[in-house]
C-alpha cells in the first residue's frame, strides 16, 4: 500500500525558512515524479513544485521560483521542500504527491499546515 507522510509544517514569521519533509513507501513500482502541492482555505489546491525521480528535473510554479527548492533522497525515498523568503500568502496545507506517468499524480499524502505570519 503506498503511503506519504509529510512532515515539518508549523508557524513562522513572514521572511523566515521551513523545510517540508515526504517520505514514501510502499511503492511496488517506479516512480517517475514527485510534487509538492498546496491549499490555502477557500482555494483549490495548486502545483508548487516536482522532480522527476531519476532525472532530477525540477518545475517550480511562479509563485516559488527563487524562494523554494524541491530536492530528493531516492534510497531513502524522501522528497523535500525548502522554503525560504516565506510571505503569509504561504499559509496553506502543503501536500506531498506521486506520480508514475508524465500526467497525473496517482497518491497523495495527508498534508502539513504551514503558516506564516506577518
Known amino acids: 500500500q503506498v503511503q506519504l507522510v509529510e512532515s515539518g509544517g508549523g508557524l513562522v514569521q513572514a521572511g523566515g525558512s521551513l523545510r517540508l519533509s515526504c517520505a514514501a513507501s510502499g511503492f511496488s513500482f517506479s516512480i517517475y515524479k514527485m510534487a509538492w502541492f498546496r491549499q490555502a482555505p477557500g482555494k483549490e489546491r495548486e502545483f508548487v513544485a516536482s522532480?522527476?525521480?531519476?532525472?532530477?528535473?525540477?518545475n517550480y510554479a511562479a509563485s516559488a521560483k527563487g524562494r523554494f527548492t524541491i530536492s530528493k533522497d531516492n534510497t531513502r525515498k524522501m522528497v523535500y521542500l525548502q522554503m525560504n523568503s516565506l510571505k503569509p500568502e504561504d499559509t496553506a496545507v502543503y501536500y506531498c504527491a506521486r506520480g508514475s506517468s508524465v500526467t497525473g499524480y496517482d497518491d497523495w499524502g495527508q498534508g502539513t499546515q504551514v503558516t506564516v505570519s506577518s
Open positions: 522532480i522527476t525521480w531519476t532525472a532530477g528535473i525540477t
